[in-house]
Every structure is written in C-alpha cells, then in structure tokens.
C-alpha cells in the first residue's frame, strides 16, 4: 500500500487494541509519533533503501500459481529462506513477545513499526503476486487517462479515486466508512478474521494464501499489458480494497493484543 493504505490500515487497528496493547504500544512508539501508531505505519517504506535488506519483506510472489506455500514461496531472489512478508510477520511478531524481558538487542520499537507495516502489506492482493511480473509492477497500464501499473494501482490509484469521488478528498471519511462496514456488514466475520488453524499469534500464511487469490481473481483478472483500467474496474475492485483495509486493521490489532496480553515476560 502507499501512505493512505498504511494509515488507515494502522488507525482501525488503533480502535481495536486493548489497553495493555494500546500502553506497550505508546511506549515502544519513537517520540515523533506522537503516541499515535498510525503516523509510523508507512516508516518501513522510508528505511527501504537505508535497510536495503529490507526490501524483499514487503511481499512474496509464488511462481504463476494462484496459491501460496512458505517453503516454495517465502525466500529473497537468492534463494534465501524467510526472507518474504511472512517470514518477517513471524519474525517481528516472535521479537516483540521478548517486550518486558529480554529484547535481545532487537529495537522493538522498530520492529513494532516494522509488524505494523508488514500486516499491512501482506493484506494488499499483489503483494502476493507472482514472480514473472512483480506483483503487477511490470504491468503498464492505464488508469482512467493516467499512465500507472497494475501495482500501482491497488497500492494507490483505487484509493485516490475513491477519495476524490465518494470522501471528498478526506481520508478520516474514507476510513470511517470502512469503519461502518466493520461493524455493520461484516461484524458476523470478525471473529474468523482473527483466527487460523495453525494457531500462532499471527496468522501470516493464510493472509499471503487470501492475497494471492484475491490477485486471481480480482487484480489479474481481465488485465493485460496496456489495458486502460475505468469505471468498471474501480467500482467492482473497491470493495474487495476496502474489505482487505478492513481485514488488515482488526488483525494487526488482534496480534498486539495478543503479543502484549499478559505480564511483562521474564528474562
Ligand atoms: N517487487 C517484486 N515483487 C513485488 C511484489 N509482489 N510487491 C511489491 N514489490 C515487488
Ligand atoms: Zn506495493
Ligand atoms: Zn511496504
């Protein structure tokens, strides 16, 4: 996602932490954050170049294939394994449970901007895309009049056009809509979205398993090279955008409340 995406990711995750979360949080949160999680959510796109290898955490792509598998998929183009967007949600998940004891060197008050973040991007549909074209990056097309890419596009472009013609160009409108959703039309799935079988705190590989069919099925889908993508693109895609901004936000919550349930650890 670009700023928007991240933000609103990070503010309807704000609404759903429980108080222990909500304090660990403001105390691991740089000074410039203004005890506010949301303003840091887009800091891991900032570090990309300074961390270079940060890079390759912001995704994973599987070979064409329209699911996901963390042996087969969750490595850097060198092969090296973990090295993908669901290897670093585990990652920075297990580091922030050291909260209270023994952090082992790690800043987790950069890994909590990092997990954050990350929640984020796996919940954006072409973050798991495939290989051959970098999750729709070397895709061209045209939004409306614009010259984008497709990536661009669920990571931007949909969003944009969504403020200027429903929210008036503001983005507390769009985010409390999507609010409104929560807890209207979807409040029944809630209690789903939290959970998975596999029973860690974070739930990583059914997110990137969701995203690459959702890529499928709706980023993919009747788009080629130099499509011009418009009204019937937008208005089909957006709520399936809204919904994984949604999806996002109440999981990210979901995993701090859990990281930071109990008492301080011991070292
Ligand atoms: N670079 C290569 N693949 C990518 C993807 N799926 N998302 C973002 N950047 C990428
Ligand atoms: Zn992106
Ligand atoms: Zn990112």
Known sequence: WGKEGHFMVCKIAENYLSEKASRAVSDLLPSEAGGDLASVCSWADEVRFRYRW???LHFVNTPGVCNFKYSRDCHNSKGETDVCVVGAINNYTAQ?????????GNDLSESLMFLAHFVGDVHQPLHAG??????????TIHW????????????????????????SDDLNSMIEAIQMNITDSWSDEIDQWQTCR?????????????SIK????????DVEQDSTLGDDYFYSRLPVLEK??????????AILNVIFCGDSAVS
């Not at 495939?130 to 895709?139: H, K, L, Q, S, V």
């Open 244 to 253: 994984r901004i949604a999806q996002a936000g109440v999981r990210l919550a």
């Open 96 to 104: 922030l449970q050291s909260y209270g004891g023994d952090s082992s």
């Open 198 to 210: 596999s029973q860690s705190v974070a739930c990583a590989d059914k997110y990137a398993s969701e």
């Open 144 to 167: 409306y009049r614009r010259k984008s890419n497709l990536h661009h596009v669920w990571d931007v472009n949909i969003i944009e056009t969504a403020m200027k013609d429903f929210y």
């Open 214 to 221: 959702q890529a499928c099925d709706y980023a993919y889908k």
């Open 54 to 56: 940060s890079s390759p």
């Open 130 to 139: 495939f290989a051959a074209d970098e999750g729709g990056n070397t895709i």
